[in-house]
């Protein structure tokens, strides 16, 4: 499978706890980002990366969320601290690095926080 | 501000028949968009996109128009099938580095 590759699928989690998702690109996408996503709502975006350099994050980014790519290639969001409000579908895309071309997502993971 | 948004939350069609799907968006500078499918429990899977030097791209069975004097894009899809059931977004570039900025989608529903 040469998509993006997100793991795990499904991540329940007690309040509080931290929990890290992995992000696995199309491997000649060099930017990949993060999006969020509630029941009945559209993606919104949290962050993307062009190789390894981290160059926007969104409002909706806190603190808590952190979000790296150290190589340039896979990348992690890891969640501090998990709120009940966290309980999303996060999802991870990349494209080629030139304006305007087309993003491919992930499956996604779901995250539940109890 | 910027903003994408659809103008009906769910489309109920016949199969056979061709369905349309609007979208209106805010941001003048948007100037690439796409069009996303999305069935439950999955990731958004990209349809077709088009640019905004046109005003019309066709793939297999769908169509993206786009009118950029009113701001508002359309995917048609034709000869609808059960499988075209799914939630449909649109997503417009917002700033740097192609982000977008989706819309609320609409459901499509096609009914035997």
């Known amino acids: 499978d040469t998509g993006v590759s997100q793991n795990p699928r499904h991540k329940i989690t007690k309040r509080g706890q931290n929990v890290t998702f992995r992000c696995d690109p199309i491997?000649?996408?060099?930017?990949l980002y993060w999006y969020r996503q509630t029941l009945g709502q559209g993606p919104e975006f949290l962050t993307y990366f062009q190789n390894e350099a981290q160059l926007e994050k969104s409002r909706l980014l806190s603190d808590r969320f952190s979000a790296e790519r150290p190589k340039g290639s896979f990348s992690t969001l890891e969640i501090q601290r998990t709120e009940q409000g966290d309980s999303a579908m996060y999802l991870c895309?990349?494209?080629?690095?030139?304006?305007?071309?087309?993003?491919?997502f992930g499956q996604g993971t779901r995250l539940t926080v109890v | 501000g910027e903003s994408v948004g659809l103008h009906l939350p769910t489309l109920s069609v016949q199969e056979g028949d061709n369905s349309i799907i609007n979208c209106a968006y805010s941001n003048s500078a948007s100037d690439y968009f796409i069009w996303y499918k999305q069935e439950s429990g999955k990731g958004p899977q990209f349809i077709i996109d088009?640019?905004?030097?046109?005003d019309k791209r066709q793939g297999q069975r769908v169509t993206v128009l786009l009118n950029k004097t009113v701001k508002h894009l359309s995917l048609q899809i034709a000869a609808t099938q059960p499988g075209d059931s799914a939630v449909y977004f649109c997503a417009g570039n917002t700033g740097g580095g192609n982000k977008l900025t989706f819309g609320t989608g609409t459901q499509l529903k096609v009914e035997l």
């Open positions: 895309a990349s494209s080629l690095g030139t304006t305007n071309t087309e993003a491919f």
């Open positions: 088009i640019r905004s030097n046109m």
């Open positions: 491997s000649e996408h060099n930017r």
